[in-house]
């Protein structure tokens, strides 16, 4: 139970970071900001991949997130 206890922890703060970084780069590209949204993304990936890697989502996952993530802010690049 104290090691399911103590993975549960970890991951409930990994997921947080992953939530919170896909959340803020959504918004700004709700917002059309271009270099928030590249520099959100950048975070994003990097928290995606640190996820993955911890085994906390499964890769897969993550390389949805990612490319849904990245096509999102091409998408207002090609606009601006």
Do not use: Y
């Not at 590209?29 to 270099?35: D, G, H, I, P, S």
């Not at 949204?37 to 906390?56: E, F, G, S, T």
């Amino acid at each position: 139970m104290r090691v399911t206890a103590r993975k549960t922890v970890r991951n409930k703060i990994v997921t947080g970071v992953v939530k919170s970084a896909v959340k803020k780069t959504r918004e700004a590209v709700t917002a059309n900001n271009l270099e928030t949204a590249q520099k959100n993304l950048k975070d994003a990936i990097k928290a995606i991949d640190k996820a993955a890697q911890k085994k906390v989502i499964k890769k897969n996952t993550a390389a949805r997130k990612k490319s849904r993530l990245n096509t999102m802010v091409k998408k207002i690049a090609l606009k601006a």
